[in-house]
């Protein structure tokens, strides 16, 4: 299946690093343990992470997960196109809609839904609004919702179901559960949930899986951010509850409802609020979570593979970052600034639906330089409005741009700093003849800068596994975080958060390419050392966890696309 970070499988070279579990020891401390899986499944020259080395293509994961015997609710389908300019999602005062069965609908088809089906000799797949590692999806998707009425008469916890677009529904949830959960929250507001399958992951990419499901979910979670923006609705990620909490709310910790080797891992729990975005601490009590997992439940997994390796390192890392419950805290909501407007008024559907990952990249188309400064500016969290507010956290992700072709802008080595207090540690920990300057044309109020001016077309496709598409595309860039410091200070389960954040940077430029006629792609696969290398970092403080490109893609003229619920109307 085409994917925008697949590779051609590569067989584990004679040198590839032993397997995580092999190198553990019981006194390592969680910390410790993510640690080692980080450095293990890093990616190097002629030494690549532990993965299949072949695809076995008779126990490649079903897509779609369904629960059988588990009610489901169909969902209505958007008619016409009743989104607001795009432009609009970053600049707020949306009319906030009521919550119907019409507008969930809506959510999740512009969140989690299709966009399209592709079609190849008899073959075919399908792709989503939200984009995955290898078109794999990984990440499922879940709603606690009050009473709807058209949906079901009462409080319940369902699962939403893509293909179908539908809702299964997995417990009813008794008034007294419901209130628990809902006491904390604004009035109308309900919850979003957001989990793992790894073995959907690992069946191709090994061991790093587990970073590439970190990153849909940063992928999901800003889709669903963008979708309930456009309903004027604003999301607010849950930082208190701890992931058993959350796996007993979404039935996670029911192991007896999911065939062997295909759990659910806990992502993010969120809060969908009616209207504007509230400054208060959202706390859900552990009770009411307890109280929803002794309600009543339908429905059990249907088997994904007819088999499974199993991947250790993973379920190493994942217990070890697995979250606690943590003490409630203020959300880190940054004081919004203006955002720049495009010329056109294309609608947000228009721009959800439209977006693709390419395959290669053209070598020769540009980007506009004021639409390459307006997309830079939306990374920012005090632009991007409650799109970054959803994440509710203070930003830990920088960006380093390989320019080859922006109008009016030099070829060279850019960054962007997206956390000032990280400026003065990046000036000190990356190469000391960095120019650090603001290039000609670039907005006053934008920390971006000039490091290293030259032709880096080559460099960049090297630091990525050799792909020309790093290199083919009028700009890549790769995604710095701080790395030790979230560590040390949140607790390993921050590893999680790191990689969610680069993934919602992702969604982002995925829907800024769209708009400036141009298509992104992720990229997963690149030399992590290397890039560290290039910067001059010589040890953890930050670490380069995604790559991106985006330039004028190359299309497949033998593909077909086909809608994506040719069968409903």
């Avoid at 708009?515 to 992590?528: E, K, M, S, V, Y």
Wanted: hydrophobic share 40%; aromatic share 8%.
């Amino acid at each position: 299946m085409p994917g925008h970070r697949a590779r051609p499988p590569l067989p584990a070279p004679p040198c590839a690093p032993p397997s995580l579990s092999a190198t553990m020891t019981p006194t390592m401390d969680a910390i410790d343990a993510v640690i080692a899986y980080h450095e293990a499944t890093k990616h190097h020259p002629g030494r690549f992470a532990r993965s299949p080395g072949q695809l076995d293509w008779a126990s490649q994961p079903e897509p779609f997960r369904r629960f059988e015997t588990a009610p489901l609710h169909p969902l209505p389908l958007v008619s016409g196109d009743p989104t607001p300019p795009y432009d609009a999602l970053f600049s707020g005062g949306i009319p906030a809609h009521p919550l119907t069965r019409d507008t969930l609908g809506a959510l999740f088809e512009h969140a989690l839904g299709l966009s399209a089906w592709k079609a190849y000799r008899g073959e075919r797949w399908a792709l989503r609004c939200n984009p995955s590692s290898g078109n794999l999806h990984p990440t499922e998707g879940y709603a606690v919702l009050p009473p709807v009425s058209g949906i079901h008469d009462g409080p319940a916890v369902y699962h939403y179901a893509p293909r179908e677009h539908a809702l299964e529904r997995r417990a009813d949830l008794t008034p007294d559960a419901w209130n628990a959960l809902a006491a904390p929250l604004p009035e109308n507001a309900f919850l979003v949930g957001l989990t793992s399958i790894h073995w959907r992951e690992a069946w191709k990419y090994g061991e790093r899986a587990f970073r590439y499901c970190q990153h849909d979910l940063g992928h999901a979670f800003a889709a669903l951010a963008v979708s309930a923006t456009a309903l004027g609705w604003s999301m607010r990620r849950l930082v208190t509850p701890a992931d058993a909490e959350i796996a007993e709310l979404l039935g996670l910790a029911r192991a007896d409802d999911f065939p062997p080797g295909e759990l659910e891992h806990p992502g993010l729990l969120a809060a969908v609020l009616p209207g504007a975005p509230t400054t208060s601490t959202l706390d859900i009590p552990s009770e009411a979570f307890t109280r929803a997992a002794a309600c009543v439940w339908h429905g059990h997994a249907e088997p994904l593979s007819a088999s499974h390796v199993p991947w250790t390192a993973i379920d190493d890392v994942a217990r070890a970052a697995a979250k606690p419950r943590t003490t409630p805290q203020s959300p880190h909501l940054p004081s919004p600034q203006a955002s720049a407007a495009h010329t056109a008024p294309i609608s947000a559907r228009t721009i959800i639906r439209r977006r693709r990952s390419a395959v290669a990249m053209d070598g020769h188309t540009a980007c506009p330089r004021d639409a390459f400064y307006r997309s830079l500016a939306r990374l920012m969290p005090d632009r991007a409005g409650p799109i970054w507010n959803a994440f509710a956290t203070v930003p830990q992700v920088n960006l380093i741009f390989f320019v080859h072709r922006v109008e009016g802008l030099a070829p060279g080595i850019y960054g962007l700093v997206r956390n000032a207090g990280h400026e003065p540690r990046l000036r000190g920990a990356m190469r000391p003849d960095f120019a650090w300057r603001k290039p000609g044309g670039c907005p006053g109020n934008l920390p971006f800068y000039l490091l290293v001016p030259g032709d880096c077309r080559q460099l960049a496709g090297q630091l990525c596994c050799g792909q020309a598409i790093a290199s083919d595309g009028a700009f890549a860039t790769a995604m710095l975080a701080a790395f030790d410091h979230p560590l040390q200070h949140a607790g390993p389960w921050a590893y999680r958060v790191l990689f969610q954040e680069t993934g919602m940077l992702g969604q982002l430029l995925y829907l800024e390419a769209e708009t400036a006629g141009l298509r992104g792609t992720g990229i997963g696969c690149f030399f992590d050392d290397l890039v560290h290398e290039v910067l001059g970092l010589r040890d953890r403080q930050f670490q380069s966890l995604y790559h991106f490109t985006i330039g004028g893609p190359v299309d497949d003229p033998r593909l077909s696309t086909l809608p994506p619920y040719p069968h409903r109307k």
